[in-house]
């Protein structure tokens, strides 16, 4: 197996997709922080501290056994200045995409990089325009696994694409891992991905 350059905080399976994308060589970790927002926390901070907690906790499992650096990240919906997370369940996932049915909405991202004392956090703001969608859309959608893991309900890369009409920003952040600021990080922290792999550097 190919030697890890970086640890991933996290099992999403989209942002092991996304890194693999721009060739980082990773393995996992699996960390527990709590993602409640702090009373009156913004959702742009609350995103870049929740990234950073995520990183943090995964130093701490490896800073003395193999201490490679820790990506961590975090994203969130909002919604008329609500703050979006997870739904519990379907009538929760219901109620979601009733809420940014046929307007637009704002997705936070934030990548966070953790090496020893080394620490950068970088953070991207996207809109999200959807279409009108039916009650029977809606509920066909919430019978299938996509809305149950994800912020807002709904995966951009998925079947909630046909949805959507149009995205300013950062289609990756929306994904869940910002490529454009995780790239940033990697290289600020000197590690190779494909883009500093080239021999011109």
């Known amino acids: 197996m190919t030697q890890a350059q970086i640890y991933l905080a996290s099992t999403s399976p989209r942002r092991q997709e996304l890194l693999r994308q721009i060739g980082v060589r990773f393995a996992l970790l699996s960390v527990s922080v709590d993602e409640s927002p702090l009373p009156g926390e913004a959702p742009a901070p609350m995103v870049a501290r929740l990234a950073l907690a995520k990183a ?26 609500r703050i979006m997370g997870k739904p519990a369940d379907g009538d929760a996932a219901q109620a979601m995409l009733t809420r940014v049915s046929g307007r637009c909405h704002e997705v936070f991202s934030a990548v966070a990089l953790v090496s020893g004392d080394w620490q950068g956090v970088h953070d991207s703001r996207s809109e999200v325009c959807f279409r009108a969608m039916t009650p029977r859309e809606i509920q066909h959608y919430c019978r299938t696994s996509e809305p149950y893991d994800k ?30 600021e995780t790239a940033l990080l990697l290289e600020e922290a000197q590690v190779i991905f494909w883009l500093t792999a080239q021999g011109d550097r």
């Open 56 to 81: 943090r906790a995964g130093w701490e499992q490896v800073a003395t056994r193999n201490p490679l650096p820790v990506l961590g990240a975090d994203t969130t919906v909002v919604v008329d200045g």
């Open 151 to 180: 912020a807002g309900a709904y995966g951009i890369q998925g079947l909630a694409a046909v949805f959507i009409e149009r995205l300013h920003g950062s289609y990756s952040g929306v994904m869940g891992l910002p490529l454009h």
